[in-house]
C-alpha cells in the first residue's frame, strides 16, 4: 500500500464512523455536515502534500538523470 492510499484510508475510517453513527443515533445532517467537511479538508491537504513530495522527488531524479548523461555541454 503506498502513502497516498495509507493516507485516504485512515481519513476514510472516520468518515465512515461519522455516516454510521449519524444514521444509528438520527443525528442531524448539518452536524455531521460540519465534521465531513472537516475531514475532506485534511484530505485534500494530505493529498496536496504528497503530490508536492513526488513532484519534487521527480523532479530530482530528473536533474540527475540529465548530470549523468551530461546533457547541455558542447562538445
Given at each position: 500500500m503506498d502513502q497516498i492510499e495509507q493516507i485516504a484510508s485512515g481519513l476514510m475510517?472516520?468518515?465512515k464512523?461519522?455516516?454510521?453513527?449519524a444514521y444509528y443515533y438520527g443525528r442531524h445532517p448539518e452536524d455531521s455536515?460540519?465534521?465531513?467537511d472537516e475531514l475532506e479538508t485534511k484530505l485534500s491537504s494530505q493529498l496536496a502534500r504528497q503530490y508536492d513530495?513526488?513532484?519534487?522527488?521527480?523532479?530530482q531524479a530528473?536533474?540527475?538523470k540529465l548530470q549523468q548523461k551530461k546533457v547541455g555541454g558542447h562538445k
Open positions: 475510517m472516520p468518515i464512523k461519522e455516516v454510521n453513527d455536515r460540519k465534521v465531513l513530495l513526488g513532484w519534487k522527488a521527480g523532479q530528473l536533474a540527475q
